[in-house]
C-alpha cells in the first residue's frame, strides 16, 4: 500500500513542506517568501499560484513528482466552524477558504494550493483538524448575550494530535477518554476532550481564555468598553493591543518566555510575578474546564511551545494535579499531525468528511 503522503502548511511568510512515508518524515523543506513580493500580490487568495509553483519546484528539485503519493494533507484554514476530522479538499471548502469566511489567514491557502495540485495530479486533497473545529455541547455556546455568538479559534489540529498520542500511549481509543488539553505558545488554548468531541474551549485569537505571551486574553467588559470610547484608539488599534500587545508583554516588556524565565530566575519580582499570573490563569481555566465531564478527567495535557520549560509546567501541574495526573507534550507538529489524519482515512480508521 502506498503511503506517502505529502504535507503542505502554509504560513504567513514561508510555506513548509514535507513527504511522510506512514508516520515516518523522509523529507521537509521550508520555502521562505520575500514579505515585499507577497505584499504585491494583494489578498492572501492573490498568493495561491505563485506559492503553487514555488512548492511544485521544490518538489522537483528534490526528486519528487506529485503522481507518487497517495494523498495530500493541507493545513486548513479560517473557514466556516465545523466538527474535527479529516475533510476531503472540495469546491466549497476552497470558496470560504478564499472569502475567508472566518477571517484571512496564510493557513486558508492550504485548501487552495492542494485544490490545484490534485486537480494537476488526480491525488486526493485533504485537510485536517483546522482551527475553526467546533464541537461545542449546546450550553457551552451560550456567550451570556444572544447578539454575541460563541465560537471556536483554537490549536484543535495539536490538542487533537497530542490527545490521539496519550490515548495510544495507554493503549485506550481517543473517543473513551476525557482529557484537560491546554496548548501553550503565542496563544493559549484549553480544550475539555470528551469521548473524542472538544465539548468546551475557547475562541483564542480573539480574546478568550488565559492571557498569554501576547494575548491579553478575557478581560473586565467594563474595561473594554470605557477602552473603546474613551481611550481615543481606532478599532484596529484595539484589536492589535489584545491580540498582538498584550498579556505578558504588556505587563513585562516582551513576550519571549525564556527570557521572562531568565529574569523571575535571576531575581526580577515583577516578572516572576506576571508568570505567577500567568500560570494561576492558565490553571483556573482547566479547573474550569472540568467542568465539561464534572470533574472526571482522565488525564491533563500540557503542550505547545511554552511547554517546553520545565518551571513553567511544574508550576502548572502544582495548581491542577488534584484534578488528575498531568503528562507534557512539549511543542507541537504540526505536519506530523497532517500526516497522521490523513493516514486514518487511508487506513480505513475514520472516514474522511465532506465540508
Known amino acids: 500500500m502506498n503511503e506517502k503522503i505529502l504535507v503542505i502548511n502554509p504560513g504567513s511568510t514561508s510555506t ?65 466552524q465545523m466538527p474535527g476530522g479529516t475533510y476531503r479538499v472540495n469546491d466549497a471548502l476552497v470558496q470560504d477558504s478564499q472569502v475567508g469566511v472566518s477571517g484571512q489567514h496564510a493557513s486558508n ?15 486526493p486533497a485533504y485537510i485536517v483538524d483546522p482551527p475553526v473545529v467546533n464541537e461545542l455541547s449546546d450550553v457551552a455556546k451560550y456567550s451570556g448575550h444572544p447578539m454575541i455568538e460563541r465560537k471556536c479559534v483554537f490549536h484543535a489540529l495539536n490538542q487533537k494530535a497530542v490527545a490521539r498520542r496519550y490515548a495510544a500511549s495507554i493503549g485506550r481509543p481517543y473517543e473513551e477518554l476525557n482529557l484537560l488539553v491546554c496548548h501553550m505558545g503565542g496563544g493559549v488554548s484549553v480544550g475539555a476532550h470528551v469521548h473524542g468531541r472538544v465539548l468546551d474551549t475557547e475562541d483564542a485569537v480573539s480574546g478568550e481564555g488565559p492571557f498569554s505571551p501576547e494575548r491579553a486574553g478575557s478581560l473586565p ?45 535571576e531575581g526580577d519580582s515583577k516578572v516572576q510575578e506576571a508568570l505567577d499570573a500567568f500560570y494561576y490563569q492558565v490553571a483556573k481555566e482547566i479547573c474550569a474546564m472540568s467542568a465539561a465531564m464534572k470533574g472526571q478527567a482522565d488525564q491533563i495535557i500540557l503542550t505547545g511551545g511554552i511547554a517546553h520549560g520545565k518551571v513553567v509546567t511544574d508550576a502548572i501541574t502544582s495548581l491542577v494535579d488534584w484534578i488528575a495526573p498531568v503528562t507534557v507534550y512539549p511543542g507541537e507538529d504540526e505536519m506530523l499531525a497532517l500526516a497522521q ?7 480505513g480508521v475514520e472516514a474522511a468528511k465532506e465540508y
Do not use: P
Not at 48 to 74: H, P, W
Not at 109 to 123: C, D, H, N, Q, W
Not at 233 to 242: C, V
Not at 341 to 347: A, E, I, S
Open 16 to 80: 513548509k513542506i514535507a513527504v511522510f512515508d506512514a508516520e515516518k518524515e523522509v523529507f521537509g523543506k521550508i520555502l521562505r517568501h520575500d514579505a515585499a513580493e507577497l505584499q504585491k500580490l494583494g489578498s492572501i487568495a492573490g498568493q495561491k499560484d505563485y506559492r503553487r509553483q514555488i512548492v511544485s519546484e521544490a518538489l522537483r528539485e528534490n526528486g519528487f513528482r506529485l503522481t507518487d503519493f497517495a494523498a495530500m494533507a493541507c493545513r486548513g484554514g479560517l473557514v466556516r
Open 109 to 123: 491557502l492550504g485548501a487552495m494550493i492542494g485544490y490545484e495540485l490534485e486537480r494537476e495530479s488526480g491525488v
Open 221 to 265: 467588559v467594563d474595561g473594554v468598553i470605557d477602552l473603546c470610547f474613551d481611550g481615543g484608539m481606532t478599532k484596529n488599534e484595539i484589536k492589535r493591543m489584545m491580540t498582538r500587545k498584550g498579556g505578558l508583554l504588556a505587563y513585562t516588556g516582551t513576550n519571549n518566555m525564556q527570557e521572562l524565565l531568565r529574569k523571575a530566575a
Open 341 to 347: 489524519g490523513v493516514l486514518r482515512v487511508l487506513h
